[in-house]
């Protein structure tokens, strides 16, 4: 049996009426950048995460750069977050001219280990950036404290967790931004790039309208250098459609996940644990093993796909051997690098289909 890790064509099928619909529309129209559309689509994200205004941007990674530049952040400034997450993470931050500080995570939640968090803070830090990383949220009453104890931003990289809560919120709109991919694998994915920015402060909000556009208020008038970060109509057209979707398949993804728990109970590795005071929306669903390495070959002998997130961590990748961090400085980390594997999750996987995988990793793991 085939099974991917994710399958991309059957959440199409289950709405390909209403997506082709919303597409010709779009065509139809030929007004194709930002427009109604992308407005429609900025005012209904910022009111499901329960903020006040949405920015529309080409991509999670611009979502990231185009907060710090609004905010002011770079040359000399350092940035606290994780070192266990997609490489856009602090890619942004070096973007800036601003430079990562890498927190250990949590050993259970694979987010920063918010205890550590103060130890790191010197007069050079102007924010955190925290990851809600593979769908669970970060402890946000312990962050949003710290920065306010020590005047710090909050830029949330929500860009695995659209939907998921922390303590009845949704993420995105607790920090000072939230910044949200689109990109299709995501929970929420449209039919190429896309991302956007959250946020309920006024001032943030216009800053990233400005930057997204050339740093043009009006049309051939430029009032600050800034990006060609436009989404585009016919994502936000799909995105708008989906979106309708996004609780439902949530909850479907967190069905499945404890299906996957509970069938792997009595077997050697290790099943994600979700924090009591949160919603975690399992972008991905990822166990640990120490035979990681033989399980992948299993399961991809068995036509099961599985994916490895992550295998470098931030702290030691070549790009950031400046920084002069090596192996043994983030335990946690380089542990969860050598040990962890995401199953194939989505929506429309089938019990079946969880029952076939086990029953894989069950002979692997002996």
Not at 105 to 133: Q, S
Not at 334 to 345: D, N, R, V, W
């Amino acid at each position: 049996m085939s099974i991917p890790l994710l399958d991309l064509q059957a959440q199409y099928c289950s709405i390909k009426d209403e997506i082709d619909a919303a597409v010709m529309k779009v065509i139809e129209s030929c007004h194709f950048i930002l427009g109604s559309k992308v407005q429609e689509l900025e005012e209904k994200v910022a009111a499901f995460c329960g903020a006040k205004y949405g920015v529309g941007v080409a991509n999670g990674t611009d979502a990231l750069i185009l907060s710090l530049e609004a905010m002011g952040i770079g040359a000399g400034d350092e940035i606290i977050t994780t070192p266990f997450t997609f490489f856009a993470t602090t890619e942004c931050i070096s973007r800036v001219g601003a430079k990562p500080v890498f927190v250990d995570i949590d050993p259970k939640t694979f987010n920063l280990d918010i205890d550590l968090i103060e130890e790191k803070i010197n007069e050079n830090t102007r924010a955190i950036m925290p990851v809600h990383i593979f769908g669970q949220p970060v402890d946000m009453d312990i962050v949003m404290a710290i920065a306010k104890k020590h005047n710090l931003k909050v830029i949330e990289d929500a860009c695995q967790a659209i939907g998921a809560e922390f303590n009845g919120k949704r993420i995105g709109g607790l920090g000072d931004t939230g910044c949200f991919s689109f990109f299709p694998s995501k929970n929420l994915g449209c039919a190429g790039d896309g991302g956007m920015v959250v946020t309920n402060d006024k001032d943030l909000a216009e800053r990233v309208h400005l930057l997204r556009q050339h740093g043009s208020p009006k049309k051939y008038h430029h009032t600050i250098l800034g990006h060609n970060s436009r989404l585009d109509a016919l994502q936000a057209a799909i995105l708008l459609v989906k979106l309708k979707y996004l609780d439902s398949w949530n909850d479907k993804r967190r069905e499945n996940a404890y299906i996957y728990s509970e069938l792997l109970k009595n077997v050697d590795v290790t099943t994600p644990f979700e924090m009591d005071n949160v919603k975690h929306v399992y972008h991905l669903y990822i166990i640990r093993t120490k035979k990681r390495d033989e399980l992948e070959k299993a399961l991809r002998e068995a036509g099961i796909s599985t994916g490895i997130y992550y295998p470098v961590p931030l702290h030691l990748q070549e790009v950031y051997a400046d920084l002069g961090y090596k192996w043994g400085d983030l335990l946690e980390s380089e542990k969860a690098s050598k040990e962890t594997i995401a199953l194939p999750l989505y929506a429309e996987l089938e019990r079946e289909q969880i029952e076939s995988v086990v029953e894989v990793v069950k002979r692997a793991i002996l």
